[in-house]
C-alpha cells in the first residue's frame, strides 16, 4: 500500500494552506498531524495537531486538510493510512516564509548623461508572483519621478557629478494579506566624466597589463575602460618626450604604438564619453631589449608590403655607439616565417623560411584591417596593417 501528500513548499505564516493525500484505496483510517502548524477540525471548528479518521465513525474518509502555518522555520504535515495491520506514511515540509526573488532585476542603462540632464527609465523585471514593490528609493545625486509599480524615471539633481550613485527597489511577498517577505534589488547607475578607477593599458597582444615596454621596438598598447557601462567614444594618449607615439587606423584611438628607446619614460591615457575627458592616468615602464625589432613599409599598403627584421640587440649596441640615435642595421642573416590574417581571424596569407628584407605583394587583398605574424623560432612578432 502507499500514500502520497501534496502541499505548498513556501507560505508566509499565519497563512492557511491545502493539503492532499493520494494512493491506495479502502483504507480503513487516515491520521493527520501538524508539527509547528494546526489544523482545522470542521467537526468541532477549532485548530487542532492532529486530526483522526475512522471509517467506523467517518464513511468518506476525508482527502483534504487544512493547515494554519506556524511561524518562521518548518512547518511539518504528515499523513499515515492504514489498511488491516498495514500503514503507510508521507509529509510535506512547507517553509514558513517568502520564496526566493532572486530572478529579479531592475533594468535599463548603466550610464546616465547627467551632464546633459537626461532622464532615463528602468523597469523592474522577472518579479516572482506574491512579490510587489512596495517602494523605489534613488540616492543622490539621482532624482525619481513617474513612479509605477514596474517602471520609474531617474535625473540627476547634479549635472557635475562623476561617479556611481545605486537605485534601489523594495519588494514585498504577500499571501492572504499576509506580509512575510522583503527584499532590495540594487542596480549601480554610472554618471559624468569616465571614472579613472577603472581606465588602464593592457598590451595588445596579450591583453594584460604591461610591466615594461620593449626598447628600439615598436610596443601596440590598448586602451580599456574595465567597467565597460558608461560608453567610451575616444581616447587620448601622452608619452614621454623621447618616445614616438603613434595610431594605428582605428578611429577611437584606443590602440596606440610607442617606439619606445632604450630609456625608461611614462605613458599617459584619459577617456572620453558624453559628459568629457576623464582626468589623465600616467604609467611608468622600464625597457628591455625584446629580441628582433619589425619594420613595415608602407603601412596603410595598397600593392606590396615591405617586411625588415632585425636584431634589438644589435640594434641597441649601434645606438648607444652613434649617441642613442636609432639605428637598424645588423650584419646577420635573419630568416623567418610570416602569416596574415584578415579581420575574420581566416588565415590568407602564409609563406616559411623568408630572408629579411622580404616584400608581400598585397594587389590581392580585400581592403581592411590584417594582423601580421612573423614567427623566429620561438618568438612571434605581432603587427597590425592596413590594406587599401
Not at 152 to 163: E, L, M, R
Request: charged share 15%; hydrophobic share 30%.
Amino acid at each position: 500500500m502507499n500514500v502520497s501528500l501534496s502541499g505548498p513548499a513556501t507560505a508566509c505564516p499565519g497563512t492557511e494552506q491545502e493539503y492532499t493525500r493520494s494512493g491506495t484505496g479502502g483504507i480503513r483510517q487516515v491520521t493527520f498531524r501538524c508539527t509547528n502548524c494546526t489544523l482545522w477540525d470542521p467537526e468541532i471548528k477549532l485548530w487542532v495537531g492532529s486530526l483522526i479518521y475512522h471509517v467506523d465513525y467517518d464513511p468518506v474518509l476525508p482527502t483534504t486538510v487544512t493547515a494554519r502555518m506556524g511561524q518562521n522555520g518548518i512547518s511539518k504535515v504528515e499523513v499515515t493510512v492504514y489498511k488491516g495491520s498495514n500503514n503507510a506514511s508521507d509529509d510535506v515540509d512547507t517553509t514558513t516564509g517568502a520564496p526566493s526573488v532572486t530572478a529579479a532585476t531592475i533594468t535599463g542603462a548603466d550610464f546616465l548623461a547627467n551632464c546633459n540632464s537626461a532622464t532615463n527609465t528602468y523597469y523592474l523585471s522577472n518579479i516572482s508572483s506574491g512579490w510587489s514593490l512596495d517602494e523605489w528609493q534613488a540616492y543622490s545625486p539621482l532624482s525619481k519621478s513617474n513612479e509605477t509599480p514596474t517602471a520609474v524615471d531617474i535625473s540627476s539633481s547634479s549635472t557635475s557629478y562623476s561617479g556611481k550613485s545605486p537605485l534601489k527597489a523594495v519588494v514585498e511577498y504577500s499571501e492572504q494579506g499576509v506580509t512575510c517577505g522583503q527584499q532590495i534589488i540594487k542596480k549601480d547607475i554610472w554618471l559624468g566624466k569616465p571614472s579613472n578607477a577603472h581606465i588602464r593599458i593592457v598590451d595588445y597582444s596579450t591583453g594584460q597589463p604591461p610591466y615594461y615596454l620593449c626598447a628600439m621596438d615598436n610596443n601596440y598598447l590598448l586602451a580599456e575602460h574595465t567597467l565597460n557601462i558608461d560608453p567610451v567614444s575616444d581616447w587620448d594618449w601622452q608619452s614621454s618626450y623621447n618616445w614616438y607615439l603613434d595610431y594605428p587606423d582605428y578611429p577611437d584611438k584606443s590602440i596606440a604604438l610607442i617606439f619606445a628607446d632604450n630609456s625608461s619614460g611614462t605613458v599617459g591615457i584619459r577617456a572620453y564619453n558624453a559628459c568629457g575627458w576623464s582626468n589623465w592616468n600616467n604609467y611608468s615602464y622600464s625597457v628591455t631589449s625584446c629580441g628582433y625589432f619589425m619594420t613595415l613599409y608602407p603601412n596603410p599598403s595598397s600593392s606590396e608590403l615591405n617586411i625588415d627584421i632585425t636584431d634589438s640587440g644589435t640594434g641597441l649596441e649601434s645606438a648607444a655607439a652613434a649617441g642613442s640615435e636609432i639605428s637598424t642595421s645588423t650584419t646577420k642573416e635573419v630568416k623567418f616565417d610570416i602569416q596574415i590574417f584578415d579581420g575574420q581571424k581566416e588565415l590568407v596569407y602564409k609563406k616559411n623560411n623568408v630572408v629579411s628584407p622580404y616584400q608581400v605583394n598585397t594587389m590581392s587583398f580585400s581592403s581592411g584591417i590584417y594582423v601580421l605574424n612573423v614567427i623566429l623560432g620561438d618568438e612571434v612578432l605581432k603587427e597590425t596593417i592596413v590594406i587599401e
